[in-house]
């Protein structure tokens, strides 16, 4: 096997970025909505996200610069985060474009809302998975931030729960992120 070395220190960020979501695969997408300063909803697609503490259980999500769901979270102390399934993949695209500040990613793809019950923070109500985040920290690494939040409830559609309680796997049909401009969905279980 011949192999090609990429040295950070001799590539742009942008190009290190680049390969380096290339090569971390599939990333799941945690679809952060939180309220801005006027109301409205703020819906962002983060593939930088994942688990970091089971007990008590603890969500992040990293922007990779100081971001308007970062900056709601840091006023409002809540976000939601909700699982996109693959078939929502068109509205989860739109909603990572940059939108004018007062205009409504949730409602300009159509999502209906409304405010979680427990953390200030809206819901949509078209997701099989939102997850209530109450803020803990945040925590910067050089020019990313990472939004920490503890988990306060956790809302599952009836419909994709398996019999052991558990979310099927198959039912939710998580999108994920590939590389590129490519997504990942679910077919196979192995």
């Not at 006027?38 to 962002?44: F, K």
């Not at 004018?100 to 923070?121: C, F, L, Y």
Request: glycine content about 4%; aromatic content about 8%.
């Amino acid at each position: 096997m011949e192999r090609v070395i990429f040295k950070p220190e001799d590539e742009t960020s942008l190009d290190t970025y680049k390969l380096t979501m290339s090569l971390i695969v599939p990333r799941p997408i945690a679809w952060v909505a939180t309220f801005n300063e006027d109301g409205s909803v703020n819906l962002a697609p983060y593939a930088l996200f994942s688990v970091v503490c089971t007990d008590p259980m603890m969500l992040q999500f990293t922007s990779r610069a100081p971001k308007d769901s970062y900056r709601n979270a840091k006023r409002e102390g809540a976000f939601t985060v909700h699982i996109a399934g693959v078939d929502q993949q068109p509205q989860v695209a739109v909603t990572s474009k940059e939108f004018p500040a007062g205009v409504s990613e949730a409602d300009a793809v159509g999502m209906t809302w409304k405010k979680a019950p427990n953390v200030n923070a809206p819901m949509l109500d078209d997701a099989r998975v939102a997850i209530e985040c109450e803020v803990h920290s945040f925590v910067e690494v050089e020019t990313a931030i990472l939004t920490v939040g503890k988990v306060k409830a956790i809302h599952t559609d009836s419909q994709i729960m398996a019999e052991d309680g558990l979310v099927d796997f198959a039912k939710l049909n998580p999108l994920s992120k590939l590389g590129r401009a490519q997504w990942g969905r679910t077919e196979d279980f192995v």
